[in-house]
C-alpha cells in the first residue's frame, strides 16, 4: 500500500474537492469529495450514514469495487474531520462520532458490484475516475468509473450515486460497458460480504431486499441492498473459507443500455435506531414498499 500524503482542508477547498458544507459543519448535511490525501479514497455522507470507495492510489492492492462503512453516531458531517485528524486520531477509534471497524479487503463490502463470471464475482478493481455532479446539504450526487480486463475484454462501469438526507440506504445507477459499447444482458452482481461467515444473512429474490446483520466491536450492524424483483434472476449466499469471498449476492443482469439500479446502506445499534436485525429487516422492508408505492403514484 502507497504512503499517505496529507493535504490540509484549506488546500482542498481551494482545489475544489471539499467544500465548506462538510468542513465543519454541525448542520445535518449530505456532503462527498475526493480524498487524494488518503490514497485517493472517495467519501460520501448523509446524517445516518457515511460510506468510501477505493481509487487507483490502491490498484495494486487488495481493494477493488468494494464499498466501506464508516459507522456514525451524529448528524452533522464527519467526512472531512476524520481525515482530517488522522495523523493525531485513527477514524479506526471511536472518538465520540463513530469509526470505521467494517473490514473490506477484496470483498464487495457493502453493495460493491461485480460481473458475473463463470459462477462467480469479478470486481472491476478500484475505481479510475471520480466526478462530483453536485454537493448539497439535501442530496449529494457522483461518478464513479470503473475498468479492468477480462479474459481479453476491458469491462467498464460508470456508477452514479446519490444520498438524500434522512435515508439509510444511497441510490446506485450503474452503466456496464464491454470493449466500449454497452453491454446488455450482461450477468452482474451486487453483494454484501458476509464477513467469512460472521454475519447472518438472509436474502428475499420476490421482494427485492437482502440483508446481513453482525456484531462489530459489541454493536450490531445492519447491512442491505434493495432492488426491483423483476431485475433479479437470483439470490445466491457464497460460503467459502477464503478470506473475503463469503457474500450475500443478488444476481442479475443489465437491460439493453448496460443499465442496472439498486440501493444500499447500513444501520448501527451504537446510533441508537436500529437496534436489531428485526429492526434492520423491517426498515428494509419498508424502505422497498415506499419505493413500490412511489412507482404506483408516477404510474410505473
Given at each position: 500500500?502507497k504512503?499517505t500524503?496529507f ?8 482545489l ?8 465543519g ?7 462527498c469529495?475526493?480524498v487524494?490525501?488518503?490514497s485517493d ?8 450514514i457515511a460510506f468510501?470507495?477505493?481509487g ?5 492492492g ?9 459507522l ?6 464527519i ?11 485513527s ?5 465520540g ?12 463490502g457493502c ?6 463470471l463463470?459462477?462467480?464475482r ?7 475516475k ?6 448539497r446539504?439535501?442530496?449529494s450526487v457522483?461518478k464513479?468509473?470503473y475498468e479492468?480486463e477480462?479474459g481479453g ?16 440506504l ?7 460497458t ?8 450482461l450477468p452482474v452482481?451486487i ?9 447472518v ?7 427485492g431486499?437482502?440483508?446481513c446483520?453482525?456484531s ?10 434493495v432492488?426491483d424483483p423483476?431485475?433479479i434472476q437470483?439470490y445466491?449466499?457464497?460460503e ?6 463469503s457474500h ?5 443482469q443489465t ?8 440501493y ?11 437496534k436489531t436485525?428485526?429492526?434492520w429487516?423491517?426498515y428494509l422492508?419498508?424502505?422497498?414498499q415506499?419505493?413500490?408505492n ?7
Amino acid at each position: 500500500m502507497k504512503a499517505t500524503t496529507f493535504i490540509p482542508t484549506a488546500l482542498l477547498l481551494l482545489l475544489g474537492v471539499a467544500s465548506p458544507a462538510g468542513a465543519g459543519s454541525q448542520k445535518p448535511a449530505t456532503f462527498c469529495r475526493f480524498v487524494p490525501e488518503r490514497s485517493d479514497d472517495f467519501a460520501w455522507e448523509n446524517d445516518l450514514i457515511a460510506f468510501r470507495a477505493y481509487g487507483p492510489a490502491l490498484r495494486e492492492g487488495t481493494e477493488n469495487s468494494g464499498i466501506d462503512c464508516w459507522l456514525k453516531c451524529v448528524e452533522y458531517p464527519i467526512i472531512d474531520t476524520w481525515y482530517g485528524q488522522m495523523k493525531t486520531k485513527s477514524y479506526h477509534k471511536d472518538w465520540g462520532e463513530g469509526n470505521d471497524p467494517y473490514h473490506v479487503g477484496s470483498s464487495a463490502g457493502c453493495g460493491g458490484t461485480g460481473i458475473w463470471l463463470n459462477g462467480k464475482r469479478e470486481p472491476l478493481e478500484t475505481y479510475t475516475k471520480q466526478e462530483v455532479v453536485s454537493c448539497r446539504p439535501e442530496k449529494s450526487v457522483f461518478k464513479l468509473t470503473y475498468e479492468k480486463e477480462i479474459g481479453g475484454a476491458v469491462y467498464g462501469e460508470e456508477k452514479t450515486v446519490t444520498i438524500e438526507l434522512g435515508q439509510r440506504l444511497f441510490h446506485a445507477s450503474c452503466r456496464f460497458t464491454k470493449d466500449g459499447t454497452p453491454a446488455a444482458n450482461l450477468p452482474v452482481c451486487i453483494g454484501i460480504t458476509t464477513h467469512d461467515g460472521k454475519a447472518v444473512a438472509i436474502g428475499d429474490a420476490a421482494k427485492g431486499w437482502m440483508a446481513c446483520w453482525e456484531s462489530i466491536e459489541s454493536f450490531g450492524v445492519g447491512t442491505g441492498v434493495v432492488v426491483d424483483p423483476s431485475k433479479i434472476q437470483a439470490y445466491r449466499l457464497v460460503e467459502s473459507p477464503t478470506k473475503d469471498v463469503s457474500h450475500s449476492l443478488f444476481i442479475g443482469q443489465t437491460d439493453a443500455q448496460g443499465r442496472i439500479e439498486y440501493y444500499a446502506g447500513y444501520g448501527w445499534e451504537k446510533a441508537g435506531a436500529i437496534k436489531t436485525s428485526a429492526d434492520w429487516n423491517a426498515y428494509l422492508e419498508g424502505f422497498r414498499q415506499r419505493l413500490i408505492n412511489k412507482d404506483e403514484e408516477h404510474g410505473r
